[in-house]
C-alpha cells in the first residue's frame, strides 16, 4: 500500500498525490459501510379504548431498503375486534348485582405497505446502527368487518344477538417508534400507532338492528395502538 502511494507521489507530484489519496480514503471509507439490509418482520399491535373496546393485530411482512435511510414494507395479516362488558352493581347487603352484560367480537384480513425513514441515533464501532428513530407512513386494504354481538339485560331477562358486516375498504395510518438491533441479522421495534380501520361503521349498524333495547352496543373509537415487531435482516 504505501509502496503504491509512493509510486502516485513520485509521478503526479504533491497536489495530485493529495486529490488521489482523498478519493482512496472515502473509497475505503465507503466499503466499510455495513450493506443496506432486507428484513423480514412479525408485527402485532393492540389497543384498548376507554369503552371496553380491544382491536388487535399480527402480520407478516417484508422490507426493502435500497437506502440506508428509507424502506419500503408490505405485509398481510389478521386483525379482531372484542369487548367484554359486564356491568354491576353494589347492593347492601346482598353483594353484587348484574346490571347488564355488552359483548362483541369480530375480525378482518388486511394487506398493508409502509414506507418508512429512520434516523440512526447510535452505531456501533463498525458504524452499524444499533439504535435508530422511525416514522413510518402507511396505507392498505382490509376485507369486509365481520362483527357479532350480544346483549344481556338482566333486570328483565331480555337477551339479544346480532351481526354486522361492512363492506371492504382502503385504509390509512402512521407509526413512529425505536428499533434496536441486538446482533447484525436480529432486531426489534418498539412504536405507537394509529389507522382508520372502519370498525365504527359496522357497530353503527348493529345498533339499528336492536330497535328498543334498554341497552345498546358501545361504537368502536379508534384509538393509538402499541405495537412490537420481531426483525431478521439479511444483506442484499
Given at each position: 500500500?504505501?509502496?503504491?502511494?509512493?509510486?502516485?507521489?513520485?509521478?503526479?507530484?504533491?497536489?495530485?498525490?493529495?486529490?488521489?489519496?482523498?478519493v482512496?480514503?472515502?473509497?475505503?471509507?465507503?466499503?466499510?459501510?455495513?450493506?443496506?439490509?432486507?428484513?423480514?418482520?412479525?408485527?402485532?399491535?393492540?389497543?384498548?379504548?376507554?369503552?371496553?373496546?380491544?382491536?388487535?393485530?399480527?402480520?407478516?411482512?417484508?422490507?426493502?431498503?435500497?437506502?440506508?435511510?428509507?424502506?419500503?414494507e408490505?405485509?398481510?395479516?389478521?386483525?379482531?375486534?372484542a369487548?367484554?362488558?359486564?356491568?354491576?352493581?353494589?347492593?347492601?347487603?346482598?353483594g353484587y348485582?348484574?346490571?347488564?352484560?355488552?359483548?362483541?367480537?369480530?375480525?378482518?384480513?388486511?394487506?398493508?405497505?409502509?414506507?418508512t425513514?429512520?434516523?440512526p441515533?447510535?452505531?456501533?464501532?463498525?458504524?452499524?446502527?444499533?439504535?435508530?428513530?422511525?416514522?413510518?407512513?402507511?396505507?392498505?386494504?382490509?376485507?369486509?368487518?365481520?362483527?357479532?354481538?350480544?346483549?344481556?339485560?338482566?333486570?328483565?331477562?331480555?337477551k339479544?344477538?346480532?351481526?354486522?358486516?361492512?363492506?371492504?375498504?382502503?385504509?390509512?395510518?402512521?407509526?413512529?417508534?425505536?428499533?434496536?438491533?441486538?446482533?447484525?441479522?436480529?432486531?426489534?421495534?418498539?412504536?405507537?400507532?394509529?389507522?382508520?380501520?372502519?370498525?365504527?361503521?359496522?357497530?353503527?349498524?348493529?345498533?339499528?338492528?336492536?330497535?328498543?333495547?334498554?341497552?345498546?352496543?358501545?361504537?368502536?373509537?379508534?384509538?393509538?395502538?402499541?405495537?412490537?415487531?420481531?426483525?431478521?435482516?439479511?444483506s442484499?
Amino acid at each position: 500500500m504505501w509502496d503504491i502511494i509512493y509510486y502516485i507521489e513520485k509521478t503526479f507530484g504533491k497536489a495530485k498525490y493529495l486529490i488521489v489519496a482523498l478519493v482512496l480514503l472515502q473509497v475505503s471509507a465507503k466499503a466499510q459501510e455495513p450493506a443496506n439490509e432486507n428484513g423480514i418482520l412479525l408485527n402485532a399491535w393492540t389497543s384498548s379504548t376507554k369503552n371496553n373496546n380491544h382491536f388487535s393485530a399480527i402480520e407478516l411482512a417484508h422490507e426493502w431498503k435500497s437506502w440506508t435511510y428509507l424502506g419500503f414494507e408490505l405485509g398481510a395479516g389478521l386483525g379482531w375486534l372484542a369487548c367484554y362488558d359486564l356491568q354491576k352493581s353494589w347492593v347492601n347487603p346482598v353483594g353484587y348485582e348484574k346490571l347488564y352484560l355488552r359483548e362483541t367480537s369480530g375480525g378482518n384480513e388486511f394487506v398493508r405497505g409502509k414506507l418508512t425513514a429512520y434516523l440512526p441515533l447510535w452505531r456501533d464501532d463498525d458504524m452499524h446502527p444499533r439504535l435508530v428513530l422511525f416514522v413510518s407512513g402507511l396505507g392498505g386494504f382490509t376485507s369486509a368487518l365481520n362483527i357479532e354481538g350480544h346483549l344481556e339485560y338482566f333486570e328483565t331477562g331480555e337477551k339479544i344477538e346480532t351481526s354486522s358486516q361492512s363492506g371492504a375498504h382502503w385504509f390509512s395510518g402512521f407509526e413512529m417508534g425505536l428499533k434496536g438491533s441486538f446482533s447484525r441479522h436480529f432486531a426489534m421495534k418498539l412504536y405507537l400507532g394509529n389507522n382508520n380501520i372502519q370498525f365504527s361503521e359496522t357497530i353503527k349498524e348493529m345498533n339499528t338492528m336492536i330497535n328498543n333495547f334498554p341497552i345498546r352496543f358501545d361504537e368502536y373509537v379508534s384509538s393509538a395502538y402499541v405495537g412490537i415487531s420481531l426483525v431478521y435482516t439479511y444483506s442484499k
